[in-house]
């Protein structure tokens, strides 16, 4: 039986990793007047260079089992836990800048990289917890009603009825965390790919993406505690939070500035005097004439 106390849990998380980004998004809309566009493309992205193209390096690089096994986070769980961590961050941010090198011709402001930001990490919260958790929630209600299950999900029947109830909570809360760090790491990567001068920005998130992943991938291997990473992952994703505000609030401030200067600009080139060519005097210009005749004595 999967206790009533896991069920809770499981709808919890799911509902926060569905609901916080698209209440995210329509609260900051109105604040930031962010556009729909970005966040599609931000989604779009996370799909293809995420589940897709790293997808295929993964099965290519690490050959997983029919288990699920991977030989190298066994035989070398260090190697294993730098590819894993530096792959990922490698693909997202290399997805961002492709991503920002497209909008960047038809939308300006850090307001894209936000709701970018919102599309990439709601996507992921959606179908990599949101989906998976309703899909265990079924699961529960099926095992609890007594009904047989396929021998393919004994490990999910047997996780979901020893695991303690609380951890069941912890992936809602996972899920803000990640948001958080995802919004941060697309405000990096929208700077350095529209600002002069700053495009070492870029590999700096590659970095910071591969540390935000480093809790996890410590804790596959069998190095660190559930509770442990959590704390990490937290800790990391308010620090991310903090500078990403701090970087919003300087260029909507730098916006701000330009904006008021081109403004000036043009009020000022409106009210510029107008100087009309004057006609030419008929008496001077008889004169000048009478001048270019007269013989030279």
Known sequence: MVPTASILGMAVSAVIAIG???????????????????????????????????????????????????????NNPALYVLYGIFAA???????????????????????????????HGGIESVLLAGLSLLSAIVISIMINAGIKLP???????????????????????????AIGTQISLSIIVWIAVTHKGKFWLFPVAIALHALA??????????????????????????????GAVWLIRRCLNEERLADEAAATAAADDATLPVILPQAPDPAAAAAEAIDEIRPVA
Request: charged share 15%; glycine share 12%; net charge positive.
């Open 89 to 119: 961050g490698v693909f997202e941010e290399t997805g961002r800048l492709v991503g920002f090198t497209l909008l960047k011709k038809r939308f300006h402001g850090v307001r894209t990289g936000v709701s970018y930001g919102i599309g």
């Open 151 to 177: 021998t393919s999900l004994d490990a999910t029947v047997t996780t979901m009825t020893t695991q303690p109830s609380g951890l069941f909570f912890v992936g809602g809360v996972e899920r803000i965390f």
């Open 213 to 242: 992943d480093l809790g996890a991938a410590l804790t596959q291997v069998g190095k660190w505690s559930i509770l442990a990473t959590e704390v990490y992952t937290g800790v990391l994703a308010a620090i991310f939070v903090t």
């Open 20 to 74: 916080v980004p698209i209440g995210l998004f329509l609260v900051l809309r109105k604040r930031l007047d962010l556009k729909v566009p970005p966040m599609l493309v931000g989604a779009a992205v996370f799909i293809v260079f995420a589940l897709v193209l790293e997808s295929l390096m993964h099965r290519i690089v690490l050959h997983p089992g029919a288990d699920g096994t991977i030989a190298l986070a066994q």
